[in-house]
Nanobody, 124 residues
Framework: QVQLVESGGGLVQAGGSLRLSCAAS????????MGWFRQAPGKEREFLAT????????NYADSVKGRFTVSRDNAKNTVYLQMNSLKPEDTAVYYC?????????????????WGQGTQVTVSS
């Protein structure tokens, strides 16, 4: 069993940066692929990025490639999402999730565990 808690969301101006954290409980965290998703009001939950168990493999959605960076620290049971050059359309609730699949399994139902989400609001 893995429990996930996101933090680091908030209000930022367009062009700014935020770093989200996702703290995991459970001894098996390091064996999971971790992912980040977001959901804006009235929209489907959208895949953003995944990182493999060792941190060597990553995968990004085209919409965030070059602006967002996913990383993890298995010693701290934490995964991060560094978000740069933020745009108003990045406004959403951001979720981290855990999967036993590869970094290329990006569909929502591949992920077993989910955090409660953290709100990111980007003002223009």
């Amino acid at each position: 069993q893995v429990q996930l808690v996101e933090s680091g969301g908030g209000l930022v101006q367009a062009g700014g940066s935020l770093r989200l954290s996702c703290a995991a409980s459970g001894r098996t965290f390091s064996s999971y692929t971790m992912g980040w998703f977001r959901q804006a009001p009235g929209k489907e939950r959208e895949f953003l990025a995944t990182i493999g168990w060792s941190g060597d493999s990553t995968n990004y959605a085209d919409s965030v490639k070059g602006r967002f960076t996913v990383s993890r620290d298995n010693a701290k049971n934490t995964v991060y999402l560094q978000m740069n050059s933020l745009k108003p359309e990045d406004t959403a609730v951001y979720y981290c999730a855990g999967s036993r699949g590869s970094v290329y399994r990006t569909y929502r139902y591949a992920f077993e565990y989910w955090g409660q989400g953290t709100q990111v609001t980007v003002s223009s």
